[in-house]
């Protein structure tokens, strides 16, 4: 089993910027093995995906929403990925999760195996 807990979350303004972090545990896990991703849901919506990286680390991926404001990032040492967030706006609140998966990678849900309770970003003035 592998167990992924989220923090970092909070109350921030627009403009403004947060690092998520995601860390991984289980008897299972490995960093060197697994992809993660960053997905996000607000309430009467789907979870949508916001970015990835792969097991290897070497690439990485991100909705177009995000695309240089957000950053995705690994420590494959201390098992855990971060999402840097900046240039914040208040469509970016949502409850963020992060997800896990063995050597597999994607931007659908169905693609992750693992995933985190979430934790809850709110962007407003």
């Known amino acids: 089993q592998v167990q992924l807990v989220e923090s970092g979350g909070g109350l921030v303004q627009p403009g403004g910027s947060l690092r998520l972090s995601c860390a991984a545990s289980?008897?299972?896990?490995?960093?060197?093995?697994?992809?993660v991703a960053w997905f996000r849901q607000t309430p009467g919506k789907e979870r949508e995906f916001v970015a990835g990286?792969?097991?290897?680390?070497?690439?990485?991926y991100y909705a177009d929403f995000v695309k240089g404001r957000f950053t995705i990032s690994r420590d494959n040492g201390k098992n855990t990925v971060h999402l840097q967030m900046t240039s914040l706006n208040v469509e970016d609140t949502a409850v963020y999760y992060c997800?896990?998966?063995?050597?597999?990678?994607?931007?659908?849900?169905?693609?992750?195996?693992?995933w985190g309770q979430g934790t809850q970003v709110t962007v407003s003035s």
């Open positions: 997800a896990a998966q063995r050597y597999g990678s994607g931007r659908s849900e169905a693609d992750y195996r693992y």
């Open positions: 289980g008897s299972t896990f490995s960093s060197y093995t697994y992809s």
């Open positions: 990286i792969t097991w290897s680390g070497g690439i990485t």
